[in-house]
């Protein structure tokens, strides 16, 4: 079979509840051999799991259903393949209403394909080790509800191989998806590491959609962003040798630059000489970034070396509740009055002798990230108290919702605006399980 030259992917996510519209101008005019769609954080299969224990048809991505019934007929039409993680903590779930969106939309012949065995809840056992705390997985105290794999692109590239015109899987590594695409287009050995090692570069880079094209990096007065509100969605012109081009449709806002992209290569890489991920330990060490034209960033230099041993795998535990309630203050004195109000609120949570875990009153845009560590340079005209009650009860949460209420009568004058809310806390964890004992399968669907 003869290989592509050049291969066009594009991203349009980066997380659940990324803009659509990016990702729809990419499958119409993007002129795309892939799409990914990037959507789990690391604690939205936590979630999702919750949702599934509910509903067993329940699990999957949220925004799958409005995706897919604007992404599916540009694709066809244009062949674009799309890879997922939609799939959440029920990929087949998720696989199944592709499928019926198909039928409704008059897509047929569609080959989706599902890839499960990230969830290994069945494989954990007591005396794994708590990767951020060293400590065995038994001290966690909430109950564990999921345990999701990060999976490479192997699964993917096998579905790809069987006809997938869509691949929608649960906990893959973000990058994975990318590299899947490449690997299966430019025929890449497993072992391959160099070429893996760029894929995964092109993976990263892409992963969070908007990022690598201006999002996140604008700072008005030191690097502006033109047009953030037309954002476009990245676009990867790849070479089988591994260089890629980095670029965006044009007519949209943002830009690509070579700052834009190293700021994307560092981001939520621990050690940029040994990026561990599923598929390959990757090197950034070296990765340049020449800009040839606006708008395009050729990116090149990623070495690898063989993975690691182990599977990372996230777990979701239930760790109690918190309760929130929040009040404004506003005009001359508002900052005063809003430290009496968190003064008061400090206290009547001391009264209550609740078993909280942790308790945190701020006053949003003068301490709540640096305490008061950074004076604010001018006496502001608003100010807003939050109080934010860590428990183990969902009673408790909501006795704590409620004291914005009594302050509005008995505290300082001027407050408005009171706001409650009440929310189960899933946190997560990480542990290692041997590689042998991941087992990923894919099955095939159509419409």
């Known amino acids: 079979m003869a290989r592509p030259v050049v291969v066009r992917v594009g991203e349009g996510a980066g997380t659940s509840r990324a803009w659509i519209e990016p990702a729809v101008e990419l499958a119409k005019r993007g002129r795309l051999d892939y799409l990914c769609l990037e959507c789990l954080a690391e604690r939205t299969v936590a979630f999702a799991q919750l949702a599934r224990l509910t509903n067993p048809k329940a699990g999957y991505d949220p925004y799958l259903d409005r995706r897919m019934r604007l992404l599916l007929q540009p694709c066809r039409e244009n062949r674009t393949r799309i890879l997922t993680s939609a ?43 708590i990767a951020e705390t060293g400590k065995p997985l038994s001290d966690l105290a909430g109950q564990i509800v999921s345990a999701n794999a990060y999976l490479g692109a192997e699964p993917m590239v096998a579905a790809l191989a069987q006809g997938a015109q869509v691949v929608i899987a649960g906990r893959v590594a973000d990058p994975s998806l990318a590299l899947a695409a490449l690997r299966h287009a430019f025929g890449w ?72 992209c190293t700021e994307q290569l560092l981001y939520e890489v621990h050690d940029p000489g040994s990026y561990l991920t599923p598929d390959v330990t990757a090197d950034f060490s070296q990765v340049r970034f020449t800009g040839e034209k606006p708008d395009r960033v050729r990116a090149s230099g990623a070495v690898g070396r063989p993975q690691p041993e182990t599977f990372k795998v996230t777990v979701g535990y239930r760790d109690g509740y918190i309760g929130e309630t929040q009040l404004s203050y506003g005009g001359a004195g508002c900052v005063s009055r809003g430290r009496l109000a968190a003064d008061v609120l400090r206290k009547r949570v001391d ?70 809310s009440v929310r189960e806390v899933i946190a997560v964890c990480s542990v290692f399980l041997p590689r042998a004992s991941v087992h990923p399968s894919i099955t095939m669907l159509e419409a």
């Open 351 to 420: 009264l209550m002798q609740l078993e909280a875990l942790e308790t945190r009153v701020d006053l949003l845009g003068i301490n709540s990230l640096y305490g008061d560590a950074l004076a604010p340079p001018a006496e502001p005209r608003e100010v807003r108290v939050r109080l934010a009650v860590h428990t183990r009860s969902r009673e408790e949460a909501e006795l704590v919702a409620g004291l914005a209420d009594g302050l509005t009568l008995g505290g300082p004058y001027g407050g408005g605006g009171p706001s409650v």
């Open 189 to 260: 050995k497993a072992d391959d590491w160099n070429r893996l090692a760029a894929g995964i570069l092109v993976g990263h880079l892409t992963e969070c959609g908007p990022q690598v094209t201006g999002g996140y990096f604008a700072d008005p007065g030191r690097k502006d962003v033109p047009d953030l509100f037309n954002i476009g969605a990245p676009i990867a012109e790849c070479h089988a040798d591994g260089t890629a081009i980095l670029t965006k449709l044009d007519g949209t806002g943002g830009q690509v630059t070579p700052a834009t």
């Open 87 to 129: 799939g959440a903590a029920n990929p087949v779930a998720g696989g199944e209403r592709v499928l019926q969106i198909a039928r409704d939309l008059n897509v047929r012949g569609l080959r989706v394909a599902v890839v499960t065995g990230d969830d290994v809840l069945p494989m954990l056992h007591d005396d794994l080790t």
